[in-house]
């Protein structure tokens, strides 16, 4: 007799193997396609990791379940408590990271500027010393991040506000006191920026340099994904009480499959 536990297992795990055929197929197409940016190409290992360990545990849960493998099944359960672990352990880690947003607003200016020295020396490390800053880059390009910005005149422009990204990625920090001509042409005065700092230096009117390595981008992008993690804190929230409960089902499906070698096996008089 089938047991609607196993069904469950093996229903979820089908959906499962599903979406590890996808990761792994877009993670190629992504790494092969002569079209593929390199921002795309970054996906590849993720993709491939992500798709080869939903590969193995669908397998697992499958071969536990319909065949009634209780290896396998044991297998799968203990993958499963260790994803549970590490999505908790994700979350309390998200909870700490999002407690307090960094950042002065500029004073009747509808932007946000950060430095590198708001930040904990880790978070310094993490940003400065990243090797996939590149990669990063590459992204900001592709989404045609600073080719969005309505430029306007100088008041309208400022009034308007821009996103964290825009600002920091998009145009010299404001302390510079570099002249407006539009959203991403700047004009440095001919005395030189009025601090001496690396980022008025860095930045360049050249459309595919701007202020993109900046330490002001580098930390907005930081900051940006700081944001972006409550939501995944959320998102995680849901992912976990859909692993938990994955896991009760897959407990229960164990059982099933031990009372039913249990009455296989028995003798009667």
């Not at 998102?235 to 099933?256: D, E, K």
Request: aromatic content about 14%; hydrophobic content about 45%; glycine content about 6%.
């Amino acid at each position: 007799m089938v047991r609607p536990s196993n069904v469950i297992v093996a229903i979820l795990n089908v959906l499962i193997l599903g979406l590890a055929i996808l990761a792994i197929g877009f993670s190629f197409w992504f790494q092969f396609h002569s079209g593929s940016s390199l921002c795309q190409k970054v996906l590849y290992k993720p993709l491939l990791y992500l798709g080869l360990a939903l590969l193995v545990i669908s397998v697992f849960g499958l071969l536990g379940s319909c065949c009634g493998i209780k290896f396998f099944l044991w297998i799968y359960l203990a993958v499963m408590f260790f994803l549970i672990l590490g999505l908790v352990c994700f979350m309390f880690f998200t909870l700490v990271v999002t407690n307090k947003r960094v950042g002065q607003a500029i004073s009747n200016k509808g932007v946000n500027e950060h430095r590198l020295g708001d930040y904990s020396k880790w978070l310094q490390r993490y940003v400065v010393n990243a090797d996939n800053w590149d990669e990063i880059k590459s992204c900001l390009a592709d989404v045609h991040l600073c080719q969005q910005i309505d430029s306007g005149k100088s008041p309208d422009f400022y009034k308007k506000g821009l996103p964290l990204l825009q600002s920091g990625c998009c145009k010299p920090p404001t302390y510079c006191g570099f002249q407006f001509q539009n959203a991403t042409v700047w004009i440095m005065p001919k005395k030189g920026p009025a601090v001496p700092d690396t980022d008025c230096k860095t930045w360049s009117n050249d459309q595919t340099k701007l202020c993109f390595d900046c330490d002001s981008c580098k930390i907005s992008f930081l900051e940006n994904i700081k944001n972006e993690w409550k939501t995944l804190a959320i998102i995680n929230s849901c992912t976990l009480a859909v692993v938990i409960f994955i896991y009760t089902v897959g407990c229960c499906a164990l059982r099933s499959n031990r009372s039913r070698g249990y009455t296989k096996h028995r003798s009667y008089p």
